[in-house]
């Protein structure tokens, strides 16, 4: 999926959760980066383009290990003993990206080493795409404005 795809689907989560959390800006900022940190495996991503990255997409393919969630559990793990804080919000904005990147066609390995593939048929940048972002947009849109309601 696109980056702006990642980041609406991520939004909608944050805002249902946003009344539950304790430390909000935490909790909003490292869902959004964690959100968009497993296309740094990719040179074409948005944030994969930038040189920090390269020795990453030189070490890994695109849609291997990093896109696991057998790395979404560890690196949640590690944060859970050393700063829990970024534990949820981490988990919770990484697992998103790997959860909507399963219904790509080009799909992801969820628990790597193992060979097994979560694929589907949605394109990326497709219409089919883009027609989920916009419905995320305005799903976010009635979220923002209940939590004013409430």
Sequence with gaps: ????????????????????VTYKFVFVVITLVATVLPDIDSGFSTLGKHALFKPVQFLTKHRGVIHSLTFCFLVSLVLALYFPIFSLPFFLGYGIHLFADAFSVEGIRPFWP?????????????????????????VDVVLFIGLFIA
């Design 1 to 20: 999926m696109l980056l702006k795809t990642h980041l609406v689907i991520a939004l909608m989560a944050i805002l249902l959760l946003f009344e539950s």
């Design 114 to 138: 193992l060979s097994f593939e979560a694929k589907g048929s949605l394109r990326v940048g497709g219409a089919i795409e883009e027609v989920l972002f916009v419905g995320f947009c305005i």
